[in-house]
């Protein structure tokens, strides 16, 4: 039972523009999400995470979207740049689990120079 | 910020032979390290979590006496791989949580661990 889903396993884009990476969950007491970069033989990267109590947040290119309705999460970077090619992981935590994660399956984001 | 640190980075070992890999905290305390495995272009699977002074806790389907977690100490936890098998050759990875944070923060996690049993 994946809970934690991201159906495009991989993404290509060109420098400059903006890439957008999606994710949906089924879990509805899932209250808390994340998103991590990861390089191979390396461990995940914390990236950028949002509350359910909210709808954006933003840090830098990095700005994360949450839809409670749909239960879809979307990271969107821009300008994007050669060095955010990795793996991007969203995860997500409820109150019930004690910081335990639930990762999708990752997003192989490539972006061309 | 809070830095994991896992050792060794990568390990060969031969069948029937068992694996220790340590899971450090550096600059905290933490009472909660979760041990993760990840398959070739697959996700990270939680293992089990290890709770500093008591016994892990391992998620369904994860044989509790083939991967013995050992959490003696706030700032490390171990995973011992017992007779391992080449189907236990992944990617094992583990974070841990500080005592004093909040269940939504990000965890921060080691740079893991490549198995390969031959």
């Known amino acids: 039972d994946q809970q934690v889903k991201q159906n495009s396993p991989s993404l290509s884009v060109q420098e400059g523009r903006i890439s957008i990476l999606n994710c949906d969950y089924t879990?509805?007491?899932?209250?808390?999400f994340l998103w991590y970069k990861k390089y191979p033989a390396e461990g995940p990267t914390f990236l950028i995470s949002?509350?359910?109590?909210?709808d954006k947040n933003e840090d830098g290119r990095f700005t994360v979207f949450l839809n409670k309705s749909a239960k879809h999460l979307s990271l969107h970077i821009v300008p994007s740049q050669p060095g955010d090619s990795a793996v991007y992981f969203c995860?997500?935590?409820?109150?019930?689990?004690?910081?335990?994660?639930?990762f999708g399956e990752g997003t192989q984001l490539t972006v061309n120079p | 910020g809070a830095v994991v640190s896992q050792h060794p980075s990568r390990v060969i070992c031969k069948s029937g032979t068992s694996v220790k890999i340590e899971c450090r905290s550096l600059?905290?305390?933490?009472?909660?390290m979760f041990w993760y495995r990840q398959f070739p272009k697959q996700s990270l699977m939680l293992m089990a979590t290890?709770?500093?002074?008591?016994?892990?806790?391992?998620e369904q389907g994860v044989e509790k006496d083939k991967f013995l977690i050992n959490h003696a100490s706030l700032t490390l936890s171990t995973l011992t791989v017992t007779s391992a098998h080449p189907e236990d050759s992944s990617f094992y990875i583990c974070?841990?949580?500080?005592?004093?944070?909040?269940?939504?923060?990000?965890?921060?996690f080691g740079n893991g661990t490549r198995l390969t049993v031959t």
């Open positions: 879990n509805s007491m899932f209250d808390y």
């Open positions: 290890s709770n500093e002074g008591s016994k892990a806790t391992y």
């Open positions: 600059d905290f305390q933490a009472t909660t």
């Open positions: 995860a997500a935590s409820a109150p019930t689990s004690g910081s335990r994660l639930t």
């Open positions: 974070s841990a949580r500080d005592r004093g944070q909040v269940y939504n923060s990000p965890l921060h």
């Open positions: 949002i509350s359910s109590i909210k």
